[in-house]
């Protein structure tokens, strides 16, 4: 979807300067934030299944190490380039600043189409490349921790941890050198849809916004919304599954082959199910097929959810989106140009950085547990278990009454992992919401929402620069 011309980092700076106006930073620290501090671009031959070799061209980039470790995922596509790599690791700084996750901004590439190559195969490169990082001591849970991104998910982090961790005999802490990976090799519960949740819980957070909502003409709630989505993988998925539980109308969902519409809904499960079964999302019972998948992004919705790659909205079709909201699930769906035009137009756009920021949030606390080697909830389940039993006891023991079954079971459950991974995304959602929204509440001249989230993480980068005395 990137063309020669398109720059992606440069749209990225092209943000970052247009919030920078509004803090009060020194020029050269503001340069030092922009900047790419480490890129790594390697070559390494891989001997696939026929018996050819294969030259593999990949990446690495350390935006900012303010914090430490570095951060990100590591995508397999055949779009990555360096400088997609590099827009993708400075995303990264500022979606961590923004959330409060102490790291510094990371991203990976290596370009492949994963589709093309066998499981034999993808493991070849993927163990080749992590012991490339290793040699270059770019990865290890205190220096440069990966995660999935497109084209990547548990199957690729467990290679990576185990590669990591016969190279690395003896460090009690190896499981921290990746998240994202399977429970069984020390992922957290929660992990796979924290995406999604994170998306759907910044948008409810927004649409209960009485004066937002009133701004583009809806009333405050998802409930009844309609929803368009495009992409169905993990990202796209989870958020289509989270906003139909929630009563709102995922009314499109669009994918490579094209697009599906009924004004009813669709089960995005069972369209994952057909897709599965035909090889194609089209022709999926009640649905009318859309030509062309980028037709989905024009359909007259409440919310547009791009969800797959980026600069899918730009100067050419943004004149045309008939959306009031537009969720930015993926990384840089919209060009600097698009911004402009849908500003114009009055639609709100929730920035990617801060808006699909529930993976990395989930991933901290993956790191957290890695490091302190327990499950969450381990400790305080049963306790929390047994004082609720109390308490209950007591109140019908006062009162002469008794609840319900159901009741009980709601009030005496103690907190498994998933629910304590689930709980913190939540309050981590819908602080970094309204953070944003106030800075962009008490600065009149500050014209979108992704102007306030940039302006929030320059100042919460520059801050943390300032502190460690770099720019006395
Ligand atoms: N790839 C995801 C992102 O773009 C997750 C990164 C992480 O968990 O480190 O935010």
Redesign the pocket.
């Given at each position: 979807m990137s063309n020669s011309v398109y720059s992606f980092f440069h749209s990225v700076e092209q943000s970052f300067d247009k919030a920078a106006k509004f803090t009060k930073w020194d020029k050269g620290l503001l340069e030092q934030i922009k900047a790419c501090n480490s890129v790594y671009s390697m070559r390494f031959p891989v001997k696939m299944d026929d018996g050819r070799i294969e030259v593999i061209e990949a990446y690495r980039v350390q935006h900012s190490q303010h914090k430490s470790p570095c951060?990100?995922?590591?995508?397999f596509s055949d779009e990555v380039n360096q400088d997609e790599v590099m827009a993708?690791a400075s995303?990264?700084t500022y979606?961590c600043a923004i959330v409060n996750v102490p790291?510094g901004g990371g991203?990976g590439g290596i370009k492949i189409n994963p589709k093309k190559y066998s499981a034999y195969e993808l493991e070849k490169i993927t163990r080749r490349y992590t012991s490339e990082l290793v040699k270059k001591n770019f990865i290890g849970p205190g220096i440069d921790?990966?995660?999935?991104?497109?084209g990547t998910g548990e199957r690729e982090m467990a290679w990576i941890v185990d590669t990591y961790s016969s190279l690395k005999p003896g460090d009690i802490d190896a499981a921290g050198c990746v998240?994202?990976k399977p429970i069984s090799q020390g992922g957290v519960r929660g992990r796979k849809e924290a995406?999604g949740l994170g998306v759907f819980f910044g948008i409810r957070e927004v649409c209960n916004m009485p004066e937002i909502m009133a701004k583009v003409g809806l009333t405050t709630g998802v409930e009844n919304k309609t929803v368009v989505v495009q992409g169905l993988g993990n990202v796209g998925y989870h958020s289509a599954k989270f906003f139909r539980e929630a009563g709102a109308k995922v009314v499109a969902i669009a994918e490579f082959e094209g697009a599906v519409y009924n004004k009813d809904g669709i089960n995005e499960e069972e369209l994952f199910a057909h897709r599965k079964a035909t090889g194609s999302i089209l022709n999926f019972p009640g649905c009318t097929n859309l030509a062309k998948n980028t037709d989905a992004l024009e359909l007259a919705c409440d919310i547009l959810i791009p969800a797959a790659l980026e600069n899918v909205i730009n100067h050419e079709n943004a004149g045309r989106v008939q959306a009031k909201i537009i969720g930015e699930a993926a990384?840089g769906p919209l060009t600097p140009e698009a911004d402009e035009i849908l500003a114009a137009k009055g639609i709100v756009v929730v920035p990617d950085m801060y808006l699909?920021?529930g993976?990395?949030t989930?991933?901290?606390f993956e790191w957290l547990k890695n490091l302190s080697h327990v499950r969450y909830g381990r400790m305080e389940k049963r306790f929390t278990e047994n004082m609720n039993t109390h308490i209950v006891s007591q109140i019908e023991e006062v009162s002469g009454k008794k609840i319900s079954d159901a009741e009980r079971k709601i009030i005496l459950h103690g907190p498994e992992e998933v629910d304590l991974v689930h709980s913190g995304l939540e309050e981590t959602m819908i602080a970094a919401t309204r953070e944003i929204m106030d800075i962009w509440k008490n600065n009149a001249d500050i014209p979108d929402m992704r102007t306030a989230a940039y302006v929030n993480a320059i100042n919460k980068v520059a801050t943390s620069y300032n502190e460690l005395g770099i720019f006395p």
């Open positions: 951060k990100g995922g590591i995508r993708l995303l990264m979606k790291f991203k921790v990966p995660a999935p991104d497109y998240t994202g995406t990384n699909n920021a993976g990395v989930v991933s901290y």
